[in-house]
C-alpha cells in the first residue's frame, strides 16, 4: 500500500517540457566591451541603426554575404548579437538584390524604405517607402513609390531619417539619388551623388497619403524627433546650428549652435541629450549644461548616430575608409 | 484413442468458421448408466440459445457467441446441470459432457466438460489466439503486440505477406483501411479491456473473409455481464531513473454490466501518451556539444499521444434475436523527430490519425428444438479514418506528462480538408521557406533547418459501409452449411501539396487529390461434412470490386471479379490431427495506387508517380499440411508447412527510362515456403510455457510499390533484367524465427512445496524471449545500382529481446487489484533494424559525412562574424571576431554533418520499464 501512495505521490501531475532545448550557442557580450567599441564585423555593409522601444534592441540595414541583399537585422542590446534578420526571400541567389535601409520604429509598427536593384544595375529600379505591423512586417504597405526619373532615367528619389510622429503620421528627409556616366573632365565611371530636397511629412491615416513639405527645411542634412514627438530637430548644409520646430509651429528656434566651422550632421535628441556626426567626430552635446563632448572614432569615421531613449548609449556607423560600414557602440554615462 | 477422437468428431460436428465472433458447443448427455439421453434441452446462459440431443444423446449449440457462458442441461425426470465457466472460443468446438441423475436416486451429480479444440479436426484454420486476460498477463499493451507473439509474424507481416495484406475482423466484421493499409495502418485500436480474444489465422480462413492473403486478425469483444464490473489502471514510467522516464502515462478504465430492459453494457476507455513516442536505442553523439550527449534516450520533438474507446450494448430482442451495437474511436497524434528541425522544431512535421467504427449485428437465433438450425448474422459498419500529416499552425502544450489535449491544426489543413486544387495552385497561406537553423551548436548554415517548414501537407480520408449477412444452416450431425454475402460502399478522397511555400511550376509539382466511390461486393459460400474419420470443408467465394475513380489519366477503371475456392480435408491418425487445406485469397490493391502521388524525396521516388485506377486483385494460394498432436495430456504440439504463391502484387511498372514515368501496375510476384511449429503449455502447477519457431524463405519481384522500378535489374546470372523476371527476399523475410514465452504463478500449492516463497504468494510473472534473424536488404549506391551481390542478398543482424511482467496482488480497501513491473528488452539489446543501403551499416561512413560537410561548405563558404548568432567562439581560432576559411569553417561543417548524419532511428527501443496498478471493482 505505501508503494501505491508513494508512486501518486511520485507521479508529479505537472507536464513535461521538451527533453532538451538548444542553448543559445552564440555570444552574450560585446565584441569590444569597450566605448567607442566595435559591436558588428560583417563582412558587408552595416548601417543606419534604429532603437526599437524599450532600448532592448536595435534595427539596421545589415547587408547579407550571400546574395548581398540588404535585410533589417534585430541587434540586441543585451548580447549584441543579431537575433533575427527580415529579409525578402530566401539567401538563394536571384536577379534582384533588395536593400531594407532608414527603419523607424513606434510601439508595433515598422517603417523602412525598400529598395530594389538588378544585380548587374548601377541604380535601383525602385524605392518604396513602407510601413508594416513588426509581427508581420512582410504584409507590409507601400505609402510612396519613387521610380527612376529624367531623361536618361538617371534620378531616382528617396527617404532617409525616417522618425515616426503617431501612428499614422511620419517626417523623413527627401533626398534624391543621382547616377551618372562621368564624362570628361570627369572619370569615366559611374557615379552617385545625393542631393536632399527638404523635409517632409506624410500622413497616411487616410486611404491616400497625404505629403507635406515642412517650411524652411530645404537641403536638411538631418532630421530627429523628440521624445513627445511634438517637434523636429533638424540641420541644414554648411551651418552650425542645430535647429528646433515645433510641429504646431511656423517657426524654428536654435536648439544648439555649434562653434563655427562645425557643420553637424545626423542629428539625434533625447531629452537634454543631442548627439551629432561632423566630420567623422561624434559630438555629446548636454543642452542643459550647454557642454559639448567630442568622441573620436579608432580609425574610423562615425557617421548616422542612434542614440537610445535612455540617452545613456549610442550605436552609430563606423567606416574605416573603405565604403564598407560596421555598427560601433558609445556609452555616454 | 483413435476410436475416442472420432466419437469427438460426431459429437463435435462442423467447427464453426475460422475469423469470426462465434465458436460452437457441443457434447452428449447420457444418463447415471451411460446410456444417452435423448430429447434433452441444453442452453447456454438464459436459455436463448441452445440445442435437444438426438437420438444418440449429441448436441450442438452453433453461433455462440466467444467467451465464458453458463451452460444447462434438462431433462424430464431428471435432475438439471448447470456449468458456471464454459469458454467459448471463436472458430472453436467447446465438448461439455453432460451426465443426469435422477432425482430420487442417491447417485452423486457427475458434470464432465472438457474442450480440446486443438486436436478438433474440423478447425482447418491455423489459429494462434490470445484471450484478453491473457493479454493482461503477458507483457504486451496492444492487440498488435499481442498478435506479434504468433508463428509467422514479422510485426504486421504475416507468413511473408506484405504489411496490409492482412484483414480485420471484429465480431465477425471486416474492417480494413483500404485505402493506404500497406503504408498507413487501420487507425483503429480496439482497446484490450473489451476483449474476449484476439487471433491471428494465416490460413484456412473461411471463405466468408476475404481482402486479405496474409492472414486475418480476428478480435471478438465481450458483451456486458449479468453484473457491474471493471477495471481502473495507471502506468506509468515518470518515477524513474532519467534513462528509464520516457514521459509515459497511461489510463484505462473499463467497465461492463446490466442496464435496463436486459440491455447489457460493456466499455473501455485507454489513453496513453509518452514523451517519446518512439524511442530508440541509438548510441550517444560522440561530440559533447551536440545536447543529445547529455539525454541520448530521448528525442525532442517525437512526443504522441493516443485516445482509444469503444463501447458495446448488448439489446435482446425477443427470445430468439439480439442485437448488439458497437461504437469505437482512436485518436492519435504524433510529433514527428525530423532531423532537419532537431534545433528548431516549431514547424517539425506532425501527424493526427483518426479511426471511427460503429457497428451494429442483428442476430437470429434458431429455436432450440430446431431439426436443422439456421442463424443468421445481419451486420452493417460504417468505419471513417482520417489522415493528415504536414507542420502545426502552433505547438502543443503538455498539460499532464506528454498528454495536451490539442487537436492539431495544420498549416494548410482547410485548403487539403476543401481539396482545392485551384487554389494550391499558388503558394499556400502560413507556409514559408525554410531557411537553415541559427541555433544548432555549429552555427553554420546547412543540414538543420527552422522558421519554414518543408512546405507539405497530406491528408486522406476513407470511408465504409459495409453490410455483411451470414447464414448458418444445420443440415444435420454431419453437415453444415455457411453462406452469405456482403455488400461495401467506400469512399476515398485524398489530397497532397509539396513545396507549398512555392507556387506550382519548375520543379514543384502540382497538388494532387482524388475523391471516389469505389464499391465491392461478395457472396460465399462453405460446407463443412463429416463422415466417420473425415472431415471436409468446401467453400468458394466471388469477389469484385469496381474504383470508380477517374483521375483523369485516361485509364478506364474496369469491374473486377476474382473467385476463391478453399478446401480442407483433415484426419486422426494415431493421436494426432492431420489437417490439408489449400486456398486461394484476393484483396483489392490499396487505393492509394489508383491515384496520382507527389513526393518531395526523389531519391525514393521520384517526383510524381501516376495513379493506376486500372488495378486488379492481389492473390495468393497456399498449400498447407498441419499436424496436431498432444504429446502429453498438459502439452499441445502444432507444425505447419505451407507454400504460398503470391501473384497480381502491386508494383511500380516503368512507362519510359525515367524514374518519374512509371505507373503503379499488378506485376510483382512472389512465393513464400515455411515451417512452423507451437508447443503449448498451459498454466498447470504454477507454470505454462509456450513454444513458436517459424522457419521461412519469401522472395518475391519488387518489394515495394514505391521503389525505383530500376533499383531491381540483375538476375541471379548477373544479367540485367526486366525488373518483374526474377524473385529476391522479401523485405519480411525474417527466416528463423523463435518465440519463447514462461509464465508462472506462485500459487498455494508451490508455497506449500517451497515455504520459503510464502512472501511471493499470488506473484505472476511473464517472460517473452525472442529472437528473429536479419532481414534482407539490397546494397545500393545512389543510381540504385547493386554495389555487392544481388538484390536482397544481403541481411541485417539478428534481433533478440527479452521482455518480462511481474504482478503482484493487491487489496486496496475493498479494492482487489495488483500493482506491476512492465519492462521491454529487459537486457537493452540494441538491435539494428535497419541500415543504409549504401553503407550496409547503421549511418553514413567517415568519407561520405566529409563528403557532405565539404559540400555544404562550398555551398556557404561565407565568414561568419561576430555578431551573428552562427559565431561560436570555440571555432574561431585566431580570435579575430571572423570564423572565416575552410581551417575555421570546415570543423563546424563536418560536425554538423555528423549530428545530421546521426543513424536515430537505424534501431529498436531500448530497455523501456513501466509501473503499473490496478484495480477490479
Known sequence: MRAVALLLVAVTACAYDAPWTPKPYGPDTPFDPGSPGRVTINVGVDRTPAWLPGDSALLYSVERTGDHDRCLGVLSARTWTLRRTLCHGGVARDSIVDAFEWPGVRSGSLAFQWGQWAVTGVRPMTRRLMVAAIDRWDHGRVLLEFLPYGAGLEYVDGVRNLQWLSDTSLVYVHEQMHVYFGRPPDPPVWDTVFAVLDVERIDFGSSVPVVTVVPGTAGATSLAVNDSATAIYYTLPGDSLVYRLPLDAAVASIAYAFPGGVFPMDVQVRGERLVAAEAGELHLVDLQALTDSVVTGPGVAFSHPALSRDGHLIVVEGDAGFGVSDLWRVTWP | ?921
Do not use: C
Open chain 2, 1 to 921: 484413442m483413435r476410436r475416442g477422437l472420432l466419437a469427438f468428431v460426431l459429437v463435435a460436428g462442423a467447427a464453426p468458421l475460422a475469423g469470426q465472433a462465434t465458436g460452437a458447443i457441443a457434447g452428449r448427455v447420457r444418463d447415471s448408466s451411460g446410456a444417452p439421453l435423448p430429447f434433452a434441452r441444453v442452453v447456454v446462459g438464459n436459455g436463448r440459445q441452445g440445442a435437444e440431443t438426438d437420438s444418440l444423446g449429441n448436441y450442438r449449440i452453433r453461433e455462440v457467441q466467444a467467451g465464458w457462458h453458463q451452460v444447462t442441461a434438462r431433462r424430464v425426470g431428471f435432475q438439471a446441470v448447470s456449468r458456471d465457466s464454459v469458454l467459448v472460443q471463436a472458430g472453436q468446438t467447446t465438448i461439455a459432457n453432460f451426465v443426469l441423475s435422477s432425482p430420487l436416486s442417491l447417485t452423486p451429480i457427475v458434470i464432465e466438460t472438457s474442450a480440446d479444440t486443438l486436436l478438433d479436426p474440423l478447425a482447418p484454420a491455423d489459429v494462434q489466439r490470445i484471450g484478453g486476460d491473457e493479454m493482461r498477463r503477458l507483457p504486451v499493451t496492444t492487440v498488435e503486440e499481442a498478435v506479434a507473439l504468433s508463428a509467422g509474424a514479422v510485426g504486421e507481416s504475416y507468413r511473408g505477406g506484405r504489411v496490409g495484406q492482412q484483414s480485420f475482423v471484429l465480431d465477425g466484421l471486416g474492417v480494413k483501411n483500404q485505402l493506404d493499409a500497406s503504408t498507413g495502418g487501420l487507425g483503429l485500436r480496439i482497446p484490450p479491456d473489451i476483449l474476449t480474444e484476439a487471433s491471428l489465422v494465416t490460413n484456412g480462413f473461411s471463405a466468408r473473409y476475404g481482402q486479405a492473403i496474409s492472414g486475418l486478425i480476428n478480435v471478438v469483444t465481450k458483451d456486458g455481464g449479468e453484473r457491474w464490473q471493471g477495471r481502473a489502471a495507471y502506468e506509468t514510467d515518470r518515477p524513474l531513473w532519467a534513462s528509464a522516464d520516457m514521459g509515459l502515462d497511461r489510463f484505462v478504465l473499463s467497465g461492463d454490466g446490466p442496464l435496463l430492459g436486459g440491455v447489457r453494457f460493456a466499455g473501455a476507455l485507454d489513453a496513453e501518451a509518452r514523451l517519446d513516442a518512439d524511442p530508440v536505442n541509438a548510441p550517444a553523439p560522440t561530440d559533447p556539444r551536440d545536447p543529445r550527449t547529455a539525454v541520448p534516450w530521448l528525442l525532442p520533438h517525437n512526443a504522441g499521444e493516443h485516445y482509444d474507446g469503444a463501447a458495446k450494448l448488448t439489446v435482446p430482442i425477443g427470445g430468439r434475436h439480439a442485437l448488439r451495437l458497437f461504437g469505437a474511436r482512436s485518436v492519435e497524434r504524433r510529433l514527428l523527430f525530423d532531423p532537419a528541425y532537431k534545433y528548431d522544431d516549431a514547424l517539425a512535421p506532425a501527424r493526427r490519425v483518426t479511426g471511427t467504427l460503429v457497428s451494429g449485428h442483428l442476430q437470429h437465433l434458431a429455436s432450440l428444438d430446431a431439426l436443422h438450425p439456421l442463424t443468421a448474422d445481419l451486420r452493417v459498419g460504417w468505419f471513417n479514418r482520417e489522415f493528415m500529416q504536414g507542420s502545426l499552425l502552433s505547438q502543443p502544450p503538455f498539460h499532464f506528462g506528454a498528454f495536451s489535449g490539442d487537436p492539431m491544426y495544420f498549416l494548410g489543413g482547410d485548403v487539403a480538408l476543401r481539396q482545392d486544387t485551384i487554389a494550391a495552385q499558388n503558394a499556400l497561406p502560413g507556409f514559408v521557406p525554410p531557411e537553415y537553423s541559427v541555433r544548432t551548436p555549429w552555427g553554420v548554415p546547412a543540414f538543420f533547418v527552422g522558421t519554414g517548414s518543408r512546405g507539405s501537407i497530406g491528408w486522406n480520408r476513407f470511408q465504409e459501409l459495409r453490410g455483411q449477412l451470414d447464414l448458418a444452416w444445420g443440415l444435420g450431425q454431419d453437415a453444415d452449411w455457411y453462406f452469405g454475402g456482403e455488400l461495401v460502399r467506400q469512399r476515398v478522397r485524398t489530397f497532397q501539396r509539396v513545396f507549398a511555400y512555392l507556387p506550382v511550376g519548375d520543379s514543384v509539382p502540382p497538388p494532387s487529390a482524388a475523391d471516389f466511390r469505389p464499391t465491392s461486393a461478395a457472396a460465399y459460400s462453405e460446407w463443412q461434412l463429416r463422415t466417420s474419420d473425415l472431415g471436409f470443408t468446401i467453400g468458394v467465394r466471388l469477389d469484385q470490386f469496381q474504383p470508380r475513380s477517374d483521375t483523369g489519366t485516361g485509364l478506364a477503371a474496369r469491374p473486377r471479379w476474382t473467385f476463391s475456392p478453399r478446401f480442407a480435408v483433415s484426419t486422426v491418425l494415431s493421436g494426432a490431427t492431420v489437417i490439408a487445406s489449400f486456398g486461394r485469397f484476393a484483396q483489392a490493391p490499396d487505393y492509394q495506387y489508383l491515384v496520382d502521388a507527389a513526393f518531395d524525396d526523389t531519391l525514393r521516388t521520384g517526383r510524381f508517380r501516376r495513379g493506376n485506377p486500372d488495378l486488379g486483385y492481389e492473390t495468393a494460394t497456399q498449400f498447407e499440411f498441419s499436424v496436431r498432436a498432444r504429446p502429453s495430456p498438459r502439452t499441445n504440439l502444432r507444425t505447419n508447412i505451407y507454400v504460398k504463391r503470391m501473384e497480381g502484387l502491386v508494383a511500380s511498372v516503368p512507362l519510359s527510362v525515367s524514374a518519374d514515368s512509371s505507373i503503379f501496375g499488378n506485376a510483382d510476384y512472389g512465393s513464400v515456403r515455411g515451417v512452423e511449429a507451437l508447443l503449448e503449455r498451459p498454466i498447470h502447477g504454477g507454470w505454462g510455457a509456450r513454444i513458436t519457431y517459424a522457419l521461412q524463405s519469401a522472395t518475391a519481384t519488387a518489394t515495394n510499390a514505391f521503389e525505383l522500378f530500376r533499383r531491381i535489374r540483375i538476375n541471379t546470372l548477373g544479367d540485367t533484367v526486366f525488373p518483374g523476371s526474377v524473385e529476391f527476399p522479401l523485405d519480411f523475410d525474417r527466416r528463423h524465427g523463435l518465440t519463447v514465452i514462461l509464465q508462472g504463478i506462485v500459487t498455494d500449492s508451490v508455497v506449500h512445496a517451497v515455504p520459503v516463497l510464502r512472501p511471493l504468494r499470488g506473484v505472476e510473472t511473464a517472460l517473452i524471449a525472442r529472437y528473429q534473424s536479419g532481414l534482407p536488404y539490397t546494397r545500393t549506391n545512389a543510381a540504385g545500382d547493386s554495389l555487392i551481390g544481388l538484390p536482397n542478398s544481403n541481411r541485417l543482424p539478428p534481433t533478440e529481446t527479452v521482455d518480462l511482467l511481474v504482478r503482484r496482488p493487491l487489496r486496496f480497501a475493498w479494492l482487489q487489484g495488483s500493482v506491476y513491473l512492465d519492462v521491454r528488452n529487459l537486457l537493452n539489446r540494441r538491435n539494428i533494424e535497419s541500415v543504409r543501403r549504401d553503407t550496409g551499416s547503421p549511418g553514413l561512413g567517415p568519407q561520405d559525412v566529409s563528403a557532405m560537410a565539404e559540400s555544404a561548405y562550398a555551398a556557404h563558404p561565407e565568414a561568419i562574424p561576430y555578431e551573428s548568432l552562427r559565431y561560436r567562439a570555440w571555432a574561431d581560432l585566431n580570435g579575430d571576431g571572423m570564423i572565416a576559411g575552410s581551417a575555421e569553417l570546415l570543423p563546424l561543417y563536418l560536425a554538423a554533418a555528423r549530428d545530421f548524419a546521426q543513424p536515430v532511428f537505424f534501431f529498436g527501443p531500448p530497455r523501456l520499464l513501466r509501473l503499473g496498478m490496478e484495480f477490479d471493482f
